[in-house]
T-cell receptor, first 114, second 113 residues
């Protein structure tokens, strides 16, 4: 069975500083990996996804993530955060093909401090 | 295109009651999935419907059920509500089951008193 671990439940960071949100997954097969963002009182929005190919994936709003198969990680990074990045971020994994359910991590709340 | 819509946005019920939540997917999307989001458990998969048939099911008791109509709209029902059912219920749609990206609605906030 797949699982996703987001070790940090909250990450405070000053505005314009870099940030990394950590995600590790457990799966015995190839996987699809996703990062979603949830702003207050809203649903989830896809930031980026890794399906195959290049291990460095670029997404919206200046975010990127790197797939590391040996470390089973898919950490999310941004070189300079803005106040508007304050939100909760979810890492998710699914089997390739999309026919299986998606498993989400417990989320990391990013708080950007002015 | 309009996004995924969920109604109602907020609900307050008491223990023992039942509730029905509605989800209208993006036009042309035929797969609808439901998730329960709570502070302690995060997002947990409830079920997925495609072509009016349940295709996947999460680990929830039988009190949680759903259905999908021919126009792809979906409803989920929770019977005999418990305090622990208080959560944000999210609906997500995608064009078909082979599409990797889901599009989420804003959710229905259910409070059970």
């Amino acid at each position: 069975a797949q699982s996703v671990t987001q070790l940090d439940s909250q990450v405070p960071v000053f505005e314009e500083a870099p940030v990394e949100l950590r995600c590790n997954y457990s799966s015995s097969v190839s996987v699809y990996l996703f990062w979603y963002v949830q702003y207050p009182n809203q649903g989830l929005q896809l930031l980026l996804k890794y399906l195959s190919g290049s291990t460095l994936v670029k997404g919206i709003n200046g975010f990127e993530a790197e797939f590391n198969k040996s470390q089973t990680s898919f950490h999310l990074r941004k070189p300079s955060v803005h106040i508007s990045d304050t939100a909760e971020y979810f890492c998710a994994v699914s089997d390739p093909g999309g026919y299986q359910k998606v498993t989400f991590g417990t989320g990391t709340k990013l708080q950007v401090i002015p | 295109k309009a996004g995924v819509t969920q109604t109602p946005r907020y609900l307050i019920k008491t223990r023992g009651q039942q509730v029905t939540l509605s989800c209208s997917p993006i036009s042309g999307h035929r797969s609808v999935s439901w998730y329960q989001q709570t502070p302690g458990q995060g997002l947990q998969f409830l079920f997925e419907y495609f072509s009016e048939t349940q295709r996947n099911k999460g680990n929830f008791p039988g009190r949680f059920s759903g259905r999908q109509f021919s126009n792809s709209r979906s409803e989920m029902n929770v019977s005999t509500l418990e305090l622990g059912d208080s959560a944000l219920y999210l609906c997500a749609s995608r064009p078909d089951r082979s599409t990797d990206t889901q599009y989420f609605g804003p959710g229905t906030r259910l409070t059970v008193l």
